[in-house]
């Protein structure tokens, strides 16, 4: 199997992500090391054959034997010429590839830097142009309107981050207001209608997703702007406490302040119940993701037996399944805002729930872990992996906000996320630490609206499909063949995630 070069954290597989192509040296490199090999093979195998030049005898053809002689030496150094040509050719592509990466990223920081004077410039300015368009002069009714204002360029872009994964939530609050009576309900419906018509074409445009994720990651410039933080001081904050951890103590914050001001519950894991058992290990890409589209429990655990009497353990975890909080759910909205707050050391939200769930499951420290997450669950599975607390040994994350995840480098990752997807970039831009997310075409067919490739079940279509196509898809696989080869399954587990358990059935 090829793993490919690691320069960054995150796992095995996938060169280190760069600015705006995060896949073709790392791609190009594997596969001329793959072919320098293969040549290299190839000559030891020539220059293995018995020697043909023989003395004169009855029946032999000494010419034909010396032609055929001169031939296996010509083919010899021509393979030796080509192991020469692809070791050059794969040193000037990974120069080339990093004066790319290097000039890339030094045009994203630029480009982060202007958007960040941007936001912090708006956020400055909005109490003045609040205070002009309200005619307000009072210090207190501007203090009034700073304070919404604040809790506005806070919550909205947080709400946004929300709303996309599931906007059907966004049409039943609609169906509320019109039988409420509300007057918003119409300007409400003709959102969602337009929302219908043009969010798929809009998130379909070419850097409309990645200057999603440069808004989003510019909401601390915008908050800092407002409080009339001086600019060099935010940026200086931001340059000591690290881009992803800062913007994980905001998303902590808010996340902390909605659950203490709507009076909610931690998300706990509940009653473990028995479920039927796996007959093998999920060893494709596309298959998890039918396991986990198929499940009726937030998180389904399998447990299987291997060939050498070990254990392997399987985790299939949902995605968000209420936007507003929910407690009979704990892949709620909220719970979104918690995962972007926790840290290795110390899970929020869903996250902490999985990891109790795995507890409960009879997971041991040094027991080896696939875990398998989709949207929110890609978010929870991904700080689950960085806690370390599990060996867990490959994550595929699947349509996720997981830029901000630090993971062990021993942990096999395969990140994807769908072209016209924003749930992947909800979590900022990152700082390059976190996994490398690959961006592939969706198969079509199930989705639409202004969440339309964020569909479960054209991401399994489309994890079938690059099963074949997609390299980074087909080394994954690869190595989750090898890895659950001959295993049996032992047993089978569901587990709810809530904020407010239920007693053990």
Known sequence: MTTIERVGGGGDFGARTVAWDQTVTGVACARLRDAGWTARCAVVALRAAPSLPLDPAPGIDVAGLRACSAELDARIAAGTALVVELERLHDDTMLAGRAYELASDAVLRLVEEVAASVAWGLGAATPALVAA??????????????????????TVPLVARLAVTHPQ????????????????????????????????ALLATPGFVPALALAVESTDEALAGLLR???????????????????????????????????????????VRPLPTPSRPVSAPGEAMRVILSQDDQVTIHEHRMRDGS????????????????????????????????????LLG?????????????????????????????????NAAASERFRIETAMLVGGPVAGAELPPGVAVLSVAHVGDPTAAMDGIGDGDGPVTVTLESAGGHGSGFAARHSGEEYAETLIRAQRDDFFVAAFTERLRESTAGGEGVAGWGVELTRSPRPPR
């Open 169 to 200: 939530h966004v049409a039943a609050l609609v169906g509320h207001a019109r039988t409420a009576g509300v007057p918003l309900d119409r300007f409400m419906a003709q959102a969602a209608d337009f929302w219908d018509r043009a969010g798929e």
């Open 229 to 271: 933080i001086p600019e060099p001081a935010a940026a200086k904050l931001e340059a000591m406490i690290g881009q992803d951890e800062l913007f994980a103590a905001l998303a902590a914050g808010a996340g902390l302040g909605l659950r203490a001001g709507a009076g909610l519950q931690p998300v706990r894991a509940g009653a």
């Open 350 to 382: 869903s996250d902490a729930a999985l990891a109790q769930a795995m507890a409960a499951a009879g997971i041991d420290a040094n027991d080896p872990v696939d875990l398998f997450g989709y949207s929110q669950g890609a978010a929870a599975a991904a």
């Open 311 to 346: 254990r392997r353990f399987q985790v299939f975890v949902r995605g968000t399944e209420s936007w507003l909080p929910d407690s009979a759910t704990g892949l709620d909205g909220p719970a979104n805002l918690e995962n972007a707050g926790s840290t290795p050391r110390t």
């Open 133 to 154: 368009a309200l005619g307000l002069s009072s210090p207190l009714l501007l203090l009034g309107a700073g304070a919404a204002v604040a809790a506005g360029l806070v």
